[in-house]
């Protein structure tokens, strides 16, 4: 039996600028029933909509913004904007993939990075590469065979 993979993807500087191949990518992984967590910063309405509208299908959508907002963490601004602690903002997504039992989660930051335990996807938006654990990983290419990419990066 194949291995089941949950996917953990970023949406900011990921899916929103390679919605396309992200489309591609989803329906291959979708396919082979592999559950696909979109991982970001939020806003979860606005992201849900972007993925509606270029047709991107996944399985949940969490966001740290709502996430600390829900347990009234989110300190609003007088000029608006937001604050929420630095630690428990870079650590939430690492967090989150622990306890969800994400097998791999492809983002843009390398401030997150560090904070996981799960195999983690360096993505460059400008190269359209990433780096997994030293691995190269070519965005450009067709999602399958980014996908087994991934899948022998992960191998060893």
Request: charge should be negative; proline fraction near 2%.
């Amino acid at each position: 039996m194949a291995m089941s993979y949950k996917i953990g993807l970023d949406y900011h500087g990921v899916i929103n600028t390679n919605s396309d191949f992200f489309r591609e990518f989803c329906d291959l992984l979708r396919k082979q029933k592999a559950e696909i967590h979109i991982i970001s910063g939020g806003p979860r309405e606005t992201i849900g909509e972007f993925l509606k509208l270029h047709q991107i299908k996944y399985d949940k959508i969490w966001c740290i913004y709502d996430y600390f907002n829900a347990r009234e963490e989110v300190k609003i601004l007088p000029d608006g904007s937001f604050h929420v602690d630095d630690y428990k903002w870079n650590a939430a997504k690492g967090e989150y993939c622990s306890k969800q039992g994400i097998s791999l989660q492809i983002d843009d930051s390398q401030i997150y990075g560090k904070y996981f335990k799960t195999p983690y996807c360096l993505y460059d938006e400008q190269n359209c590469s990433g780096n997994l654990s030293g691995y190269f990983i070519d965005f450009s290419t067709s999602a399958e065979n980014c996908w087994q990419q991934i899948l022998s990066a992960l191998s060893h």
